[in-house]
């Protein structure tokens, strides 16, 4: 079993940077795929990148490819996520999640991941 815990969120004017982290405490990050995910009000849970547990690919949605980064710091058991170019669309509880099933093409489905975080409220301003 592993818990979560994300930090990092804020106020930030558009065009601004956040970086997200995710600290993960009973068991390594390198036994999971692991994901982020963002839920605006009113909109269903929204899939962001995903690092596969070996560390070696990293898959984002298109919404945000080319703008967010994630990326893992194994010694430290910590997920992040880096956000630049921030827009008031961004505006949302992000949230990261591990998955147990290391080989599942369902990595885009908030239903896959078996952990997830209390989320990391970030609101972006015009």
């Known amino acids: 079993q592993v818990q979560l815990v994300e930090s990092g969120g804020g106020l930030v004017q558009a065009g601004g940077s956040l970086r997200l982290s995710c600290s993960a405490s009973g068991r390594s990050i390198t036994s999971y795929n692991m994901a982020w995910f963002r839920q605006a009000p009113g909109k269903e849970r929204e899939f962001l990148a995903v690092?596969?547990?070996?560390?070696?690919?990293?898959y984002s949605a298109d919404s945000v490819k080319g703008r967010f980064t994630i990326s893992r710091d194994n010694a430290k058991n910590t997920l992040y996520l880096q956000m630049n170019s921030l827009k008031p669309d961004d505006t949302a509880v992000y949230y990261c999640a591990a998955d147990l099933v290391r080989g599942s093409s369902r990595y885009r489905m908030p239903d896959e991941y078996d952990y997830w975080g209390q989320g990391t409220q970030v609101t972006v301003s015009s």
């Open positions: 690092i596969w547990w070996s560390g070696g690919s990293t």
